[in-house]
């Protein structure tokens, strides 16, 4: 299988701030490469696929990066609405996996 | 717009067998873009892939490791809807479950609304 390892788990930032995760898989996958957005109590959302392409209705704030089997997950100017967890997700080989997500909250 | 709707219980006994279904508008089971997906999230197992169903030219369905033999992954055409069946269910298998659209194939979207499913004599 392959791994998805996310970091960091947790941090804590202030409005309008640059926030980065990363994702690094435990072997090459190409670009094949999701970010996910839960919040509490909801299913996730589709963020950006293809690691980089931002799904249609998802602020610009938001974008994605990959370079070999290391991938960044940004928001620009963190908002009180972005308070979630977040997930990359693999889709290069099955299973399909993802990594153990990245829970953001408001400093 | 896609829309994913989930139905089954919630408490299940020790070594019976769970039953989901889920029911699809907006797009076709037998579409040759999607692929029909079952999906998991507990606090020990975070977000776990359990399966899929798919249809091109035939119907295709992949498993994973942790529940091949125990999972069945079904579309019905008539109702335009999928169904997950995990037999032989330990409290392992407590967890939120999701059945989810790949589309393509490869990114996933929608998601059904989840249902919690406690597995507790």
């Known amino acids: 299988d392959i791994q998805m390892t996310q970091s960091p788990s947790s941090l804590s930032a202030s409005v309008g701030d640059r926030i980065t995760i990363t994702c690094q898989a435990s072997q090459d996958i190409r670009n094949d490469l999701n970010w996910y957005q839960q919040k509490p109590g909801k299913a996730p959302e589709l963020l950006i696929y293809d690691a980089s392409n931002l799904e249609t209705g998802v602020p610009s704030r938001f974008s994605g990066s990959a370079s070999g089997t290391y991938f960044t997950f940004t928001i620009s100017s963190l908002q009180p609405e972005d308070i979630a967890t977040y997930y990359c997700?693999?889709?290069?080989?099955?299973?399909?996996?993802f990594g153990g997500g990245t829970k953001v909250d408001i400093k | 717009q896609v829309q994913l709707q989930q139905s089954g219980p919630g408490l299940v006994k020790p070594s019976q067998t769970l039953s989901l279904i889920c029911a699809i508008s907006g797009d076709s089971v037998s579409s040759n873009s999607a692929t029909w997906n079952w999906i998991r999230q507990s606090p020990s197992r975070g977000l776990e892939w359990l399966g899929r169903?798919?249809?091109?030219?035939?119907?295709?369905?992949d498993f994973a490791v942790s529940v091949k033999g125990r999972l069945t992954i079904n579309p019905d055409t008539s109702k335009n809807q999928f169904s997950l069946q995990l037999k032989s269910v330990n409290p392992e298998d407590t967890a939120v479950y999701y059945c989810v659209r790949g589309q393509w194939g490869n990114w996933f979207v929608p998601w059904g609304q989840g249902t919690l499913v406690t597995v507790s004599s």
């Open positions: 997700q693999q889709y290069d080989n099955l299973p399909l996996t």
């Open positions: 169903t798919y249809y091109r030219s035939e119907w295709f369905n």
